[in-house]
DNA sequence: GAAGCGTATACTGTATACAATAGACCCTCT
DNA sequence: AGAGGGTCTATTGTATACAGTATACGCTTC
């Protein structure tokens, strides 16, 4: 008699005050300026300060929190220019993946993906009132990870994840209404389909054009919220 | 009376660990595979487990170091499909670099870029014999980092800078000869003199064209030492 | 009321202790 | 000789203690 699954390993603290911790933020619970004090959170979380400094400093090299001038840490705050800048990387990431998913995705992928936009779809018009900012962006960014994830090259999804959860506290600091949810899903499916096609040069083109349509109204939506920071641009 | 400078902050324990181990790592010293042992490396470092630790968890989001399969943390090993993932992102991230250096590179960055080959190429002059591979392949990485920075998105860089560490750590597992030194440095020349002239297209095709044959070469040397991942792939 | 100083409290950096787990080594049995 | 079991040692995960630094607050002086 072979046993075929080892026994599930336990998460450590560590590990899980890191995922909670990010989430925290992502999710705006955390907000973009608030500072993270160790023993706070050590208190909250009901653990020791060992974890939550080994999950800071995780956190810390993600580039979501950083050390303020006196030495404490606060969650990142994205301005404008960062938004500009993060589209950018974004957009050159991106364009190689949609690049590669149409060399190297298998079909099994491609109907993958295309059950996930149904399914994104669904779960839309199903709950339109009751998702959340995060969640309804989490769709979002799950659908252009899948397209990476497609490519088969890890370094990329996870160089792509670092600007997602970037825009993510972006986004999360501009959004007060929902983003267009079924223009999007609508573009998905017409990216996802230019792929099917292995063109590479319009599956470009669409990631292109739908990141720098998402550019525009991302960086316009944050100059609204900040006056100040239009006119310095 | 005014004092002009705050007085110097000295580097934290952990943070010089950090770098430490880092450099420890790119430079071979700790070589890919190599056990990350916490006691160890506190009793040769001379501090305690704690900023061990904390520098080892900054170093595992960076993906230099992984955990093994009993939770140890090892010096990751990189690949022959890995050399070609990175070189993928590269030339994505370096492609859109030197289209926004281009566009934003002040005359003053594009001087200094020039001045920079300059020192380069007197310094591989004067000191052939006896610089290192790690000396030597720090001032390949430079210039195409001061490319990322004269585009001023910070973002970028940083990306790029996780990209190079990795290939950093490549190129130390293949190069048992000098890289074709002069080569490069007239390479970097051109690619320079094509930003300067600020025509995108030409600058982005001098770039892919390098990092091209920058990857047939160094893949070409992966399989070669490593006769069974050639038939694999 | 505002500014400056002193004190108390809170926070950060680091070392150390304890418990759980992994790995090495030795002994016994087949 | 090889396999299995037990014991010892080393390592990792986590909590706690201590020292240095930052911040808040209260009091005094102008």
Redesign the interface.
């Known amino acids: 008699m072979t046993l075929s699954n080892p026994l599930p390993r336990r998460a450590s603290l ?1 590990e899980q005050t890191y995922q909670t911790l990010r989430t925290s933020i992502l999710s705006g619970e955390l907000a973009p300026g608030d500072r993270l004090v160790e023993t706070q959170l050590a208190t909250q979380l009901e653990v020791s300060r060992t974890p939550i ?2 999950a800071l ?2 956190l ?4 979501l929190v950083a050390v303020d001038t006196s030495g404490g840490l606060r969650v990142i705050s994205v301005s404008v220019s ?1 938004a500009v ?2 589209y ?2 974004r ?3 991106e ?2 993946a949609v690049r ?1 998913a149409c060399l190297h995705a298998s079909d099994r992928t491609l109907d993958d993906l295309q059950q996930s936009i149904a399914q994104s779809e669904r779960a839309v018009q199903r709950a339109a009132s009751t998702l959340n900012t995060f969640e309804m962006l989490n769709l979002d960014y799950q659908f252009h990870r899948k397209i990476a994830e497609s490519t ?5 999804t ?2 792509l994840d ?2 997602f959860d ?1 825009m993510m506290l972006l986004r999360v600091q501009t959004t007060r209404h929902n983003p267009r949810v079924l223009d999007i899903c609508r573009e998905h499916r017409q990216i996802c389909e230019t792929i099917a096609t292995r063109d590479a040069a319009t599956a470009i083109a669409a990631i292109e054009s739908h990141l720098n349509a998402s550019k525009v109204r991302v960086v316009t939506a944050l100059e609204a919220l900040q006056p100040s920071s239009s006119t310095d641009v």
Do not use: F, S, Y
């Open positions: 560590h400094r080994e400093r995780q810390q090299r993600e580039g960062d800048h993060l950018d990387c957009i050159a990431l364009q190689a590669e088969g090259n890890p370094w990329l996870d160089l670092q600007v970037k």
